[in-house]
């Protein structure tokens, strides 16, 4: 593990400036070329994770066959963060697998060719500057906002500038982040996040309120009435509890786009839907834990124009559609050390409202290294 972390940290400061310095330096008229490595690589955190998952697809078809698919994936990652902490701030910066879209780091085996090499990307690279009471963080960084897994993908990062103030119990957050631009498929999110961490007993309860206004386009660009816009109103609650050895968590968010405008027809699906009909998605969820073992379910409805579609979990709706779904997340961990453990999830799905869709479930097994 030694050697791991050696060999990491080297490859950080000579990734991320100004951890490492290449400099020239002159002997009896002769220059010679050396490597001379800054001080504050002392101040620098390196880590990272592997998984390996076997994923198998069972897809339900409406009309026609049904459709299986078995694939093997990888997930590599590797971070580091700079401290500096004689003038109050940080820079940190991160590689994954995965390709250009942001809602998954996974990379499938040898999918286009015979035993194909993945792709390694930045997947962050931020800058946190603490003034006082007031936290700034300007970049592609990891989601700010208090959220479950449904509503915001865990794989996004966005790009853009946030404000934190946290003063316990309380705290507030808020940013403007650029979403995409490309031809007229554009937008930029303005979100504000409000809420409380508070201990009732021996219960610790999270309270959050948002809001997130889309200013652009997005996919609703060709839909027939102008007044659709995407603006959501987001609650998420969450509460934490010991009861002896057994540590549970139990949490719920529900959103509501109440920009969704228009008749039957004019939502995001084209469908005979009425987007003012299916503007709400919500999810309820338990997860526990039993010295090494750790279980979860969770059971959500996503409606066809509550959300953005390609910023929710991907896994969701896979094989259906990005939105109008209803269905179950089941999920299972075994840590056999501090750093390796063996999981399995299962995703049950299918459309919410329209009744000619595909159903799937989907299993997948993987192992988890952490470093």
């Not at 966005?158 to 316990?168: D, E, F, W």
């Not at 021996?202 to 948002?210: E, G, K, N």
């Amino acid at each position: 593990m030694k050697s791991m972390r050696t060999v990491c940290i080297l490859v950080c400061a000579c990734m991320f400036l100004p951890l490492a310095a290449f400099s020239q330096q002159s002997s009896t008229g002769n220059e010679s070329p050396g490597i001379t490595i800054s001080k504050f690589i002392d101040d620098l955190t390196v880590t990272g994770d592997l998984r390996i998952r076997f994923e198998r697809r069972e897809q339900d078809k409406a009309e026609g066959d049904d459709v299986n698919r078995e694939r093997w994936r990888t997930r590599f990652r590797l971070g580091a963060v700079w401290v500096n902490s004689a003038e109050n701030w940080e820079i940190g910066a991160g590689l994954t697998t995965g390709g250009e879209v942001g809602t998954t780091t996974n990379d499938t085996w040898n999918e286009d060719e015979f035993f194909e090499t993945g792709d390694i990307r930045l997947d962050y690279a931020y800058v946190r500057h603490n003034l006082g009471c007031v936290t700034l963080v300007g970049g592609q960084q990891k989601n700010p906002f208090k959220t479950s897994w449904l509503l915001w993908d865990s794989d996004l990062r966005p790009t853009g500038l946030s404000v934190m103030y946290p003063k316990a119990p309380f705290f507030i957050t808020a940013g403007g982040f650029d979403v995409r631009q490309y031809d007229d498929d554009y937008g930029i999110i303005y979100a504000i996040q409000a809420g409380a961490n508070l201990d009732v007993q021996d219960i610790t309860v999270l309270v959050a309120a948002s809001v997130y206004d889309f200013n652009g386009e997005f996919d609703r660009r060709n839909r027939p009435n102008p007044d659709y816009e995407y603006t959501i109103i987001d609650l998420y609650t969450s509460a934490k509890m010991a009861l002896s050895d057994v540590k549970l968590t139990f949490y719920g968010q529900v959103f509501d786009n109440i920009g969704a405008e228009g008749r039957e027809g004019e939502g995001v699906l084209d469908d005979d839907l009425d987007p003012e009909e299916e503007d709400l998605g919500w999810v309820l969820g338990v997860a526990g834990g039993f010295g090494k073992f750790s279980a979860a379910y969770a059971y959500a409805q996503v409606g066809a124009d509550s959300c953005v579609g390609g910023l929710k979990d991907a896994t969701f709706g896979n094989g259906v559609s990005s939105t109008d779904l209803k269905g179950h997340k089941i999920n299972l961990k075994y840590d056999f050390t501090k750093h390796f453990s063996l999981g399995g999830n299962i995703w049950i799905f299918e459309a919410l409202e329209r009744s000619n869709q595909n159903e799937v479930t989907q299993y997948e097994l993987e192992v988890n290294y952490n470093f």
